[in-house]
């Protein structure tokens, strides 16, 4: 069974940093490309940053120059560093495969998400 669990968020002031945290069961993060995707009130979830199988790397350019996605295989695991936080980045954050496409008892699976929620 497919299971993904973040963790890491939190209430931060702005300017502030928090790393986000995914682990995973049921699937092998080695062998896909993983994403840290948001979604803030009233709108879509947006995918914000990327990693390849290979380690490459792609952000959503509001993000680019204080996101950073890493994975550790060896533990099956995914972060996200988040740096100089903006309000805007106020959003329920789940990592998942790119593209997302697991899926449990027929439904897409997301995971719970971790809130992060920035103060100006």
């Known amino acids: 069974q497919v299971q993904l669990v973040e963790s890491g968020g939190g209430l931060v002031q702005a300017g502030g940093s928090l790393r986000l945290s995914c682990a995973g069961s049921?699937?092998?993060?080695?062998?896909?490309?993983m994403g840290w995707y948001r979604q803030a009130p009233g709108k879509q979830r947006e995918l914000v940053a990327f990693?390849?199988?290979?380690?490459?790397?792609l952000y959503e350019d509001s993000v680019k120059g204080r996101f950073t996605i890493s994975r550790d295989n060896a533990k099956n695991t995914v972060s996200l560093q988040m740096n100089s936080l903006k309000p805007e980045d106020t959003a329920v954050y789940y990592c998942?495969?790119?593209?997302?496409?697991?899926?449990?008892?027929?439904?897409?699976?997301w995971g719970q998400g971790t809130q992060v929620t920035v103060s100006s």
């Open positions: 998942n495969v790119y593209p997302p496409n697991l899926r449990v008892r027929g439904s897409l699976y």
């Open positions: 990693i390849s199988v290979g380690g490459f790397t």
């Open positions: 049921g699937i092998i993060f080695s062998s896909t490309g």
